[in-house]
């Protein structure tokens, strides 16, 4: 029995992660460390922590004391840390929280798991390290940059972050190699594309789109919508890091990517008309409309839901044109591949959101709406 420390788990990808972990690996005891920030939601992990499997507690990555009393009581055999603050909107607004949770709370993370870990020295004087441990770092196909119209990124090419929160992503990662190289320390990196699925807070793009749908609200696209994401189901990314906490190489990076290339003006329209057809296929769904708007046989109308409710908004600051990730080094290597297209994932996920409309009311309450009008409408 191999006990994880998965920071950052109340979180869209990381809660996704534990319930896969827990689900899938008998083997495995979990702690969760989250500070329950607005995109963290206890709510999200409530059933997978009610067990003898799973334990929660309540924390800042960057609280040193915290941190080094986990790893006392618990004897952590791996980190996996998704801990981090991720949108980009937010962090050209306040770069400095980007900085402290991205940077510092990784770097600190690392040292608690050195202290913890290290048994002794080599003859060559570096570290020796408690066998079987092994640090993760979650990471971004953000940290290399903007493509053109053609290319993948692939491992090997140059870091060029062009956002705060790209920039603090990268910098993370660096000091993940450094501690390997520097130290020897047992450690793994992936790189995902943007993923999509359950459990996604709605200031994204899918969740946000859907939310906006259901209230008959506008559909803001930054700029003319060309900018292209490879997109990734959520739950096949969860397959991918264990993989690579389990079988990867120490010290080496790992790109994990669905091969789904989209324009962001794509992906809206796709959203309309996936969720125009749901409702005509099973009219159960519209009873989660916001908007009641009656049709001419008394039956609540969908007919507004359509191309017209999208609206394009000014563009992103340092906006990067395209991300197409190549995963042929986790293929060859674990044998990974991305079992869900998007034509599958897209219908999963928004059928998931129209059947669980509590948690989305739960995790924007407060001051979701005052930050969803900052956002698009510049007040």
């Keep these: 029995m191999k006990t994880y420390l998965v920071t950052g788990a109340a979180g869209f990808i990381g809660a996704n992660y534990i319930k896969y972990l827990l689900k899938n690996y008998p083997d495995v005891k979990i702690v969760v460390l989250d500070l329950l920030t607005y995109a963290g939601n206890l709510g999200t992990i409530a059933k997978d922590i009610d067990n003898d499997r799973c334990t929660f507690h309540r924390g800042n990555i960057g609280d040193r004391a915290l941190v080094d009393s986990l790893f006392a009581e618990y004897k952590f055999d791996v980190v996996v840390n998704f801990a981090a603050e991720s949108h980009v909107d937010r962090s050209i607004e306040n770069p400095q929280l980007f900085l402290e949770t991205n940077i510092l709370g990784t770097q600190n993370l690392l040292d608690s798991a050195r202290k913890a870990w290290v048994t002794g020295k080599d003859e060559q004087g570096y570290p020796t390290w408690r066998e079987g441990v092994r640090y993760h770092q979650v990471s971004t196909d953000e940290v290399y940059g903007s493509l053109g119209d053609e290319g993948y990124f692939t491992e090997d090419t140059p870091l060029c972050p062009h956002s705060p929160y790209s920039a603090s992503k990268t910098s993370a990662d660096l000091f993940v190699m450094?501690?390997?190289?520097?130290?020897?320390?047992?450690?793994?990196?992936?790189?995902?594309?943007?993923?999509?699925?359950?459990?996604?807070?709605?200031?994204?793009?899918?969740?946000?789109?859907?939310?906006?749908?259901?209230?008959?609200?506008?559909?803001?696209?930054?700029?003319?919508?060309?900018?292209?994401?490879?997109?990734?189901?959520?739950?096949?990314?969860?397959?991918?890091?264990?993989?690579?906490?389990?079988?990867?190489?120490?010290?080496?990076?790992?790109?994990?990517?669905?091969?789904?290339?989209?324009?962001?003006?794509?992906?809206?329209?796709?959203?309309?008309?996936?969720?125009?057809?749901?409702?005509?296929?099973?009219?159960?769904?519209?009873?989660?409309?916001?908007?009641?708007?009656?049709?001419?046989?008394?039956?609540?109308?969908?007919?507004?839901?359509?191309?017209?409710?999208?609206?394009?908004?000014?563009?992103?600051?340092?906006?990067?044109?395209?991300?197409?990730?190549?995963?042929?080094?986790?293929?060859?290597?674990?044998?990974?591949?991305?079992?869900?297209?998007?034509?599958?994932?897209?219908?999963?996920?928004?059928?998931?959101?129209?059947?669980?409309?509590?948690?989305?009311?739960?995790?924007?309450?407060?001051?979701?709406?005052?930050?969803?009008?900052?956002?698009?409408?510049?007040?």
């Excluded at 324009?263 to 969720?275: M, P």
């Excluded at 507004?304 to 060859?332: C, F, M």
């Excluded at 897209?346 to 709406?369: F, M």
């Design 178 to 379: 450094a501690y390997h190289d520097t130290f020897h320390m047992p450690v793994t990196i992936t790189r995902c594309s943007n993923n999509y699925g359950p459990y996604h807070f709605p200031e994204k793009l899918i969740p946000l789109i859907i939310k906006n749908i259901l209230e008959g609200k506008k559909l803001p696209v930054y700029g003319d919508g060309s900018n292209v994401r490879d997109w990734l189901y959520v739950e096949d990314h969860c397959k991918a890091i264990e993989m690579v906490v389990r079988n990867g190489r120490v010290g080496q990076v790992y790109n994990v990517g669905g091969h789904n290339e989209k324009k962001n003006i794509e992906i809206v329209r796709l959203t309309i008309s996936t969720i125009h057809r749901l409702m005509t296929e099973t009219p159960e769904y519209r009873k989660v409309l916001k908007k009641k708007e009656l049709g001419a046989d008394g039956q609540l109308s969908i007919d507004w839901i359509n191309d017209s409710l999208i609206t394009y908004v000014k563009d992103r600051l340092g906006h990067d044109q395209r991300y197409a990730i190549d995963p042929t080094k986790i293929k060859e290597e674990l044998g990974w591949y991305p079992e869900t297209t998007f034509e599958v994932g897209i219908v999963k996920t928004i059928e998931w959101y129209l059947n669980n409309q509590a948690w989305v009311e739960e995790v924007t309450s407060g001051d979701y709406q005052h930050y969803y009008e900052r956002m698009y409408t510049g007040r």
